[in-house]
């Protein structure tokens, strides 16, 4: 038997709260301009990336992690790596909607997230082929040229499931406060 949905190879809790975590972050207003912009520099969107691996783990290792903590954690992040100051509480929805997603994930309930995900990929879908109508009726001559630029743009897209990678120690302040490190290049 074959199915033929876009389901994602999220198969547990915890694959769905990294889906969810990615999403969210992708769909943040404010970190994606940072990432469209380069904000962050040539590695902004490995920036976002790794926001979502951090985040990841944070609630991981650190179940105790409420929506505000996780919000401090966003601002302090646009703050160091996109040289961005969040102040218009989209920081606070992003907080609140990944807490939600751990609260469904831990219940089992993952219907949300596949309809998030579904969205994404018609949202996607739907800005290739805006792009690829804009370069027909450009009236392009070199089609070709056009269509390896296509394949370099889609590596931008994000990577919704990551390979585990080394975790470094978080470093743990006197007040008893993760300290969030940039990514060493």
Do not use: H
Not at 25 to 53: E, I, Y
Not at 83 to 99: L, Q, Y
Not at 152 to 162: S, T, V
């Amino acid at each position: 038997m074959t199915t033929t949905s876009a389901a994602p190879p999220a198969t547990d809790a915890a694959s769905y709260l990294d889906l969810a975590i990615t999403l969210t972050l992708n769909n943040w207003p404010a970190l994606s301009l940072a990432v469209q912009s380069n904000w962050g520099g040539p590695t902004s969107s490995d920036k976002r990336d790794w926001l979502c691996g951090a985040i990841s783990d944070m609630l991981r290792d650190r179940p105790e992690t409420d929506a505000e903590d996780l919000e401090e954690v966003l601002i302090q992040v646009m703050n160091d790596e996109f040289d961005v100051a969040v102040d218009d509480e989209s920081a606070a929805d992003a907080a609140d909607m990944i807490m939600e997603f751990k609260a469904q994930t831990a219940r089992g309930e993952f219907s949300l997230i596949q309809e998030m995900l579904e969205s994404y990929q018609k949202k996607s879908q739907n800005r290739s082929a805006a792009a690829q109508f804009q370069r027909v009726e450009a009236g392009d001559d070199d089609q070709e040229t056009d269509d390896e630029e296509d394949d370099e743009e889609m590596d931008d897209a994000p990577a919704l499931i990551r390979a585990p990678r080394e975790r470094a120690e978080p470093e743990i302040d006197e007040d008893g406060f993760t300290k969030v490190v940039g990514k060493k290049r």
